[in-house]
């Protein structure tokens, strides 16, 4: 593609374009979208699902816009009634065999199917005479995916995603004519960290996260911007998550977030997982010496802990933790005369790691302790009488008689026991491994109440 | 009227398969006369010839051979033995009757586009011809015809036979390539201008048996010599072939330009059991067909059926008598269509299903007048909307049948009270 | 089971390799040599042609599932395919069939199959028995070829 500007005129409005673009993106860039299933952005085009077309003067047949490079004086029509009616035609089509399965599909509310059809279809029915061909449901293919074979509408975006993306080649299609069927070796499964993107991938509910399956209607789902905390890649995600009328605010999947400087369109499928760890094993309870006290009596038990304390204090800090809590911390471990540190090699993971959004520093904000200069390290450990952990993996190397834990997990044993929000449930920044800064917002507002790090220290600060 | 035997006259001979035999008639007699001359002239003599392809397309083989590069660092020829069109048995006859021809015409071809390689792609069911023909190969080695120098000459030229495995649509060129680089027979998008196929990422032309046989009568005879038969548009000969109720079927060739009814007369024998003669399907199952009318108008060549609105495809007649059933004619092609279609683009994979099933409701009187009007429609939006032809050819050929034989096809009609 | 081509087929495929300009080229080829030598084509031979032709197994698995002619699973001794396009349909093809049909009925060595144009429209009705074609059918002649291949 040139760096020269052309003029098209699409729908009678003057363009200015880049000599060879692609049309669709071009049409997407200006707001003019045609519906497409086969296209995407990250796979490109494939020309197989016929929705793109578009109306050029001089062409006689009308043309896919996938496959057209923009050209000085084109003129596109992208509504006209001949585009209607092949886009309305084109789409009965895909659904004569696709099942009527809206009422059981995940894929309902964020269906291209069901959207092109409101868009474009609404028609009377008449393929009463089409015989439906029947292939195979709900195959569990492996790595959280379940396939549907009837209601893929054959774009292909899986198969070129495991074969160009990925690599590892598990998809592809079989048979011929209206039998074509996606399909995985006989007795082989999808095996690769990336799998479940071909969920979102897939235009329509062929291809669903069997996490996800049955437990909730995408129409009821906030989706609150976030960054994925599995490593220091620092991928871009939408935490979905719903509070149902005597329920608590739950996570219930994760889903990858455009960002072209870091992780383009997709997640590890880690990554996507990692929101199920956020509702097990949570510490909700503050504890002293193993027993439950009120929040409102923590106060007076830290304050004892620390007048008791005549040596040194130490202050751990999870290398996972918002710039906003590192800087707090900084400042309370002052107040309590106490130094910081934050090992970090123990986040290390080098069979984690790959050469794609696998960082093997599994910790989120490692950039952030080294930019405030937290030390990784602390020399005089035999003088130490209490450490106090802010949810760092390190805490159980640090054997000292007295000890303080704010865990978002029941992880570790300690005198006083404090609980944490998780990172989906408080916000803040993070530094990535290539020093992009990034902000995650707060997804999750739980009945339980569990004060944030910022909270706690805004209690806690003024005792010494 | 007279056979003109410009690719088929050793058919007759007795073992004309053989090389000792092909070389008492004539095989190999143009090479020298070939390779006197530059590779662009013989393109020259090609285009002067306006020798049109036989495989169904009628397009230029000049033209086609002059998109290839003068100096490739590699170039394919292809030859396109997938004869899979229902009504064509031609090429065939020229891989086991004169199997050295096609070898004649593969030695100039390949000189003229510069390739040393040379592929036949041959349909998988043709295994018995394939073996006639590999024997011809093999004989050509042993020769020293083709391998290392052709003939003497310093070009070296290889052939081999790739064997297809039942797919029609792999006589398209663009799947025929993509079942050669050992993929599914998917035809490819079409590029934006003209340029060669590509093999491997190298350019490559793709041919029908027949137009690389008739290559060496047009060096030997020159353009003129191919001018002087046919028509305008037109030129030469071809195998055209009869089949159906017909009562002399077979290949009989002749010169383009022939009135079709004195054709299927003289050639054929007329209609099988003295009946009356309904409709001709010109060339091949996917040109539309033509009523018994038409057909006693019709000229064999090009420009005469596209005035029908029909092709001269393959050249092969599928000739039906009064007593056939048009409904159950359209029935086995749409059979044949639905399970062809290679599936990958929406309008084809599931529009020739759905097409078939409403001839078949037709068939079975369970249709209405909506249904023919859904048939036509939906036969509409197979037109000019796919990656390739196929399905434009099935949407001519429905349009042809329903509306030519409207009131045989409405008298199945479940009737409305 | 594991699967390897004998040591002929395996010195026609180092002459094949020198004849095509990429292995992907194979494909075809080899799947016809697997399913000569074997009768049909198992998942372990595509593995092996997947290993000879540099691609991956699910490639040759799918390029396998595409053409008509390749048996993924063990079959009959005598695959019988009759023609049932058009020019045989217009020829007698329905009433050799149903004979062919009723001939081999319950004997095993035989399957029955009905295909597309097999290209020999002169000659309708016709028939392919494995690699064979059989043209101008007839009920005599149709008994003589069973026969003979009992």
């Known amino acids: 593609m040139s760096e020269k500007l052309v003029t098209v005129k699409i729908n009678d409005e003057e363009i200015k374009a880049k000599e060879g673009e692609l049309l669709i993106k071009l049409l997407k860039k200006e707001h003019m979208e045609v519906p497409y299933f086969c296209y995407h952005d990250a796979l490109g085009a494939d020309g197989n699902c016929r929705m793109c077309m578009v109306e050029i003067e001089g062409k006689k047949r009308p043309q896919i816009a996938c496959d057209t490079p923009v050209k000085e004086g084109m003129v596109v029509k992208t509504n006209s009634d001949m585009i209607k009616k092949v886009r309305k035609n084109i789409l009965e089509l895909e659904l004569i065999n696709h099942p009527i399965d809206c009422p059981v599909c995940d894929q309902a509310g964020e269906c291209r199917l069901q959207d092109y059809y409101m868009d474009y279809g609404v028609y009377e029915g008449r393929i009463d005479k089409a015989k439906k061909v029947h292939l195979q449901k709900h195959l569990d293919i492996g790595n959280n995916v379940i396939l549907d074979q009837e209601r893929c509408v054959l774009c292909q975006r899986c198969v070129r995603f495991t074969d160009n993306i990925t690599k590892t080649h598990e998809l592809g299609v079989i048979g011929r004519g209206n039998h074509s069927r996606i399909s995985t070796m006989p007795g082989k499964k999808l095996n690769n960290p990336y799998a479940m993107n071909i969920v979102e991938l897939c235009p329509v509910g062929a291809l669903t996260n069997k996490d996800f399956r049955f437990k909730q209607r995408v129409w009821f789902l906030k989706s609150t911007p976030a960054i994925c905390h599995g490593c220091a890649k620092g991928c871009n995600i939408y935490i979905d998550h719903n509070k149902e009328k005597y329920k608590d605010d739950t996570i219930y999947r994760i889903r990858a977030r455009v960002n072209h400087d870091i992780n383009g369109y997709f997640i590890c499928d880690e990554g996507r997982m990692s929101y199920k760890e956020l509702g097990i094993n949570r510490q909700y309870n503050a504890l002293l010496n193993s027993k439950t006290i009120d929040f409102g009596d923590v106060s007076k038990e830290f304050e004892k802990i620390i007048k008791e304390t005549k040596g040194d204090i130490l202050i751990l800090a999870d290398a996972n933790l918002y710039l906003e809590e590192l800087e707090a911390i900084k400042e309370f471990a002052k107040t309590l005369n106490a130094a910081v540190c934050s090992p970090l090699k123990i986040y290390i993971d080098e069979s984690f790691g790959d050469d794609w959004l696998k960082s093997k520093n599994r910790a989120a904000n490692a950039k952030g302790i080294q930019k405030l200069n937290i030390p990784q390290t602390y020399e005089d450990i035999e003088k130490l009488e209490l450490v106090i952990n802010f949810n760092h993996p390190a805490f159980k190397n640090f054997l000292t008689p007295k000890s303080i834990s704010f865990q978002t997990h029941k992880e570790f044993e300690a005198d006083l026991i404090l609980p944490i929000a998780a990172f989906s449930e408080t916000e803040g920044t993070l530094i990535n491994e290539d020093n992009i800064t990034q902000f995650s917002q707060r997804a999750i507002h739980s009945k339980q109440k569990i004060p944030n790090i910022i909270e706690w220290i805004e209690m806690l600060k003024d005792k010494k | 009227m007279r056979e003109i035997k410009i690719v088929s006259k050793n058919f007759s001979v007795k073992d004309s398969h053989l090389l000792k035999t092909a070389l008492k008639n004539g095989a190999y007699e143009s090479i020298k006369e070939a390779f006197s001359k530059t590779p662009d002239e013989i393109i020259d003599i090609i285009t002067q010839s306006k020798l049109r392809g036989k495989g169904g397309g009628g397009a230029y083989t000049g033209k086609k051979w002059c998109l290839m590069p003068k100096n490739p660092e590699k170039s394919f020829l292809v030859v396109n033995c997938d004869e899979s069109e229902p009504g064509t048995f031609k090429d065939r006859y020229i891989i086991s009757k004169d199997p050295h021809l096609l070898i004649e015409g593969i030695i100039i071809s390949s000189y003229a586009i510069r390739a040393h390689d040379v592929y036949i792609y041959i349909r998988g069911e043709y295994y018995q011809f394939q073996k006639i023909l590999q024997n011809a190969i093999n004989e050509a080695y042993e020769k020293g015809i083709i391998g290392e120098k052709v003939m003497g000459h310093p070009y070296r030229i290889d052939i081999t036979i790739h064997r297809g495995a039942g797919a029609y649509i792999c006589g398209e060129k663009s799947a025929l390539l993509e079942s050669l680089e050992g993929k599914r027979g998917h035809p490819r998008l079409k590029p934006h201008s003209p340029q060669p196929e590509y093999l491997f990422g190298y350019p490559t032309v793709v041919n029908n048996v027949e137009t690389i046989a008739t290559v060496p009568y047009i060096i030997k005879n020159s353009a003129e010599g191919y001018l002087r038969y046919g028509t305008q548009n037109s030129p030469g000969t071809f195998l055209f072939a009869l089949s159906g109720h017909i009562n002399n079927p077979g290949v009989y060739e002749c010169e383009y330009g022939v009135s079709m009814m004195e054709y299927i007369e003289s050639f054929g024998g007329g209609i099988k059991g003295g009946k009356k003669l309904k409709a001709v399907i010109p060339g091949g199952a996917s040109t539309p067909v033509l009523t018994a009318d038409e057909v006693k108008k019709a000229r064999l060549d090009y420009d005469s059926l596209k005035k029908f609105g029909s092709s001269l495809g393959t050249g092969g007649m599928i000739v039906m008598d009064e007593d056939t059933s048009m409904v159950k004619a359209l029935k086995n092609l749409l059979d044949f269509y639905a399970r062809e279609s290679c599936g990958q683009c929406t309008p084809c994979r599931e529009g020739t299903g759905w097409v078939r099933d409403i001839v078949a409701s037709i068939l079975n009187k369970e249709a209405t007048m909506q249904d023919i009007e859904t048939l036509l429609d939906v036969s509409d939006t197979m037109n000019g909307k796919t990656i390739c032809v196929f399905a434009p050819a099935v949407s001519g050929v429905i349009n042809a049948f329903v509306n030519k034989f409207e009131d045989e096809f409405k008298s199945f009609l479940k009737s409305v009270k | ?150």
């Open chain 3, 1 to 150: 089971m594991s699967f390897s081509f004998t040591k002929e087929n395996i010195k026609k495929i180092e002459d094949l390799k020198k004849r095509y300009p990429n292995n992907n080229a194979l494909v075809l080829p080899l799947l016809w040599m697997a399913q000569e030598q074997e009768g049909y084509i198992p998942l372990e031979a595509m593995e092996e042609i997947a290993d000879i032709s540099k691609l991956p197994p699910m490639h040759i698995y799918k390029t396998a599932t595409f053409y008509e002619m390749f048996h993924l699973q063990k079959t009959s001794r005598y695959n019988i395919k009759v023609c049932k396009t058009l020019s045989c349909s217009l020829c007698g093809k329905d009433e050799i069939a149903s004979y062919i049909k009723e001939k081999i009925k319950d004997n095993n060595l035989f399957a029955y199959s009905e295909v597309e144009c097999l290209g020999s429209c002169h000659s309708a009705p016709v028939m392919q028995i494995n690699d064979t074609l059989y043209e101008n059918l007839t009920t005599q002649k149709i008994d003589k070829i069973i026969e003979d291949l009992k």
